[in-house]
């Protein structure tokens, strides 16, 4: 992996937006899962007051089903572009295999929107095919970044489950 993409400033800050905008989104979502008729899942430190650990997870919560903090993993796709379902030209969520490192318990990818996510164990997704694509992604300022052959884990939409947010509501679709 070439250095110059990752982990430099202008790409932290660059995408500085989207990481918060994911997390608000998927505490929102965590907020509305029940167990046992009660949330799932809290908040017992505010998430924007936990340190993001690189390699790690961006937050968690503790999870009363499971009896103990989970760690979860958020990354917004900006090409998504779609309400309520996934894109039905891609045949499955691409996950960048450089998150192999990551310690945290679930991946949630949200829409451009914000009212539409993919939830998976990343212990699921860490199981799947991996492939290796070109990319180009749009950065601060003017021109494009690309990548050549970048490996990405290929996770059938099956692995996991989709949410859409309407009127307030998240359900499953």
Known sequence: MDETY????????GLRKYDTQGKETARNLLSQIMFNGDKRFEETTK?????ERFKHSDFFLYDHKLKRDVRFEVAVKNVWKLHGKWNHYWDDVHILYRK???QADFYILCNS?????FTCKVEDYKECQIIEKDTKRKKDGDGYVFTRNEKFY???IEVGDLYYKENGKWRNV
């Open 47 to 51: 998430i924007f007051d936990q340190k």
């Open 113 to 117: 929107f914000l009212d539409t996510v």
């Open 154 to 156: 290929s996770v059938p």
């Open 100 to 102: 192999k490192s990551s």
């Open 6 to 13: 990752y982990g430099k400033k202008p790409y932290e800050e």
